[in-house]
């Protein structure tokens, strides 16, 4: 299910994740990589990624939390799902 709404959505929110790649330090790009990799460790490995995983989404650029917000806000209202693949 998608309209042309979801498919705005899915395209922001691209962008805006491909914009808080570049413009993101090396310290929150190397958690992203390193949680990424710890998939599949074992229990402490998984701790290790939960706070990795909040050190980076900290520095979350707020473009991206709007998006957010546009994609439930839509979602609720419509019923659609929207999907989206980096
Ligand atoms: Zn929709």
């Known amino acids: 299910m998608s ?8 395209q922001e929110l691209r962008e805006a994740y491909a914009e808080a790649w570049t413009s993101s330090d090396q310290a929150s790009k190397d958690a992203w ?3 990424y ?3 599949g460790g074992t229990d402490d490995d998984a701790v290790r990624a939960e706070e990795l995983v909040s050190a980076a ?3 979350e650029p707020r473009r991206i939390n709007q998006v957010l917000c546009r994609k439930f806000a839509h979602e609720v209202r419509s019923g659609h799902k929207v999907a989206w693949v980096v």
């Open 57 to 59: 989404k900290s520095r």
């Open 37 to 39: 990799k710890m998939i």
């Open 3 to 10: 309209c042309m709404e979801c498919e705005a959505i899915a």
């Open 33 to 35: 990589i390193a949680t």
